[in-house]
């Protein structure tokens, strides 16, 4: 393994009495390994699901365009597939690619707040699989802060599911530990960049023509949405 990725873990780890089988690959959050990103890639290529750390908390990738993968997710978390994925991406470009339309309202956020904690809930494009949208026909994007996601981004040259690393219900991750825990008899592998910078999920505003709405707020506060909308 190159310089900045390190295996660990595997089918020898232990936690809490119970042999867990998810290798943990090491990897810097500021300068990845290109190798240690192929590995990761090359995993979701094959319809694996790899978590992966963001700006926020720890999120499951998977290829959203791949139906057997979009429902290994679902397994994972323990999740009811009524409930669309959120998509991670790596530019503006690509975001609108995903989109059906993008109301006025969607470029003006994104130019002030993306990358970051802001996640944007549009029509999604025909492009999509309806099992992605929870068959709402409507998705949720977000350009994260994050060198691992932009790159492995680059690297699958897709974008990626960003659903929280967590089983259902429970707190979300914010290191590769607690997904170990939570999920490590559930995935192959988790790439460990060390804690995340915060453990408070993205903010999500849905947007319809030239209204919207915040469905949660998280790091970026609901006053810095309206007066970036006034």
Not at 16 to 26: C, Q, W
Not at 35 to 46: D, N, P
Not at 170 to 197: F, Y
Request: charged content about 25%.
């Amino acid at each position: 393994m190159a310089a900045g990725a390190e295996r660990c873990g595997g089918p020898n780890y232990f936690a809490r009495g119970k042999v867990l089988s998810a290798e943990i690959l090491r990897v810097s959050a500021q300068s990845p390994s290109a190798e240690a990103l192929r590995y990761a890639a090359e995993r979701l290529q094959h319809g694996e699901v790899v978590a992966i750390p963001t700006d926020t908390v720890y999120g499951l990738a998977a290829d959203p365009f791949n139906l057997s993968a979009v429902e290994e997710i679902f397994r994972v978390k323990g999740r009811q597939e009524d409930r669309a994925l959120p998509i991670l991406v790596n530019s503006l470009d690509q975001a609108m690619l995903l989109a059906r339309e993008v109301p006025r309202n969607f470029l003006r956020l994104a130019e002030e707040f993306w990358p970051g904690a802001l996640t944007l809930v549009v029509d999604a494009s025909h492009r999509l699989p309806l099992k992605v949208t929870a068959n709402t026909g409507r998705i949720a994007l977000r350009w994260p802060r994050s060198e691992v996601v932009g790159r492995l981004i680059e690297e699958c040259d897709s974008p990626l599911t960003g659903t929280s690393a967590n089983l259902s219900g429970s707190p979300p991750c914010t290191d590769a530990e607690m997904v170990m825990h939570q999920l490590g008899d559930r995935l192959g592998l988790i790439l460990d960049a060390g804690p995340t910078k915060s453990a408070t999920p993205s903010t999500i505003v849905e947007l319809h023509g030239d209204e919207w709405k915040i469905l949660r707020e998280g790091a970026i506060a609901a006053q810095e949405i309206e007066a970036a909308l006034r």
